[in-house]
């Protein structure tokens, strides 16, 4: 089943943000918390709750959004209907985040991405955000990354790391294996951060 609806948003705000939300198992009253203080009628929201929270937590979710008379109104929130298993660290936070940013890329028009998780809270008005990003050239990006990796090349770069949630549908954690692999030669690695907008956000 789909949750993806025509949005009828307007693009009358000077900057749109797409929102990926993540939560899991236990997450849907910080989620619901977050976005009534996160909804602006001219963003966009999509929320993620990963497999290993309980099917009736989801079609909560789910209600939530559909009964919420704004966002019903406007199309502009909407909630994966076929749900990742994800693994904190792991590759499949990346494939499910880059994933998100596919599906709202097909669906609505948009300046900038922001990945939140349900126990993130906005430091920061959506109002003033907008107002913010409105004088920001929209070809600039806050990916911050260097190919300076110190001691993650030892700890990050040559450690062989197993993500269960790529062959499993039971959540745990990932581990490594005894063996570790040579730095590639056909491509660099870069190290990075998993969000840029936190000091925009209270993790509560």
Not at 125 to 149: E, G, K
């Amino acid at each position: 089943m789909s949750f993806f609806n025509t949005t009828n948003a307007t693009n009358s705000y000077p900057v749109t943000f797409a929102y990926l939300i993540s939560a899991s198992k236990g997450d849907s009253g910080k989620l619901k918390r977050l976005m009534k203080a996160l909804y602006h009628p001219g963003n966009y929201y999509l929320i993620h709750l990963d497999y290993g929270a309980p099917e009736a937590e989801h079609r909560d979710v789910v209600e939530y959004v559909a009964k919420d008379p704004v966002f019903g109104q406007l199309g502009n929130v909407w909630v994966v209907g076929k749900r990742n298993l994800v693994t904190y660290r792991g590759p499949t936070m990346i494939s499910t985040t880059l994933h998100a940013m596919a599906m709202l890329l097909r669906t609505c028009q948009w300046d900038w991405f922001i990945n939140l998780s349900a126990s993130d809270y906005p430091l920061v008005t959506q109002d003033d955000m907008i107002q913010a990003f409105s004088h920001v050239p929209r070809h600039i990006n806050f990916i911050h990354h260097s190919s300076q990796l110190g001691w993650k090349l030892y700890k990050r770069g040559k450690p062989i790391i197993i993500d269960p949630g790529l062959y499993s549908l039971k959540k745990s954690h990932i581990w490594m294996a005894t063996k570790q692999r040579s730095i590639p030669t056909s491509f660099k690695l870069y190290t990075g951060v998993f969000s840029s907008f936190k000091p925009l956000t209270l993790f509560l």
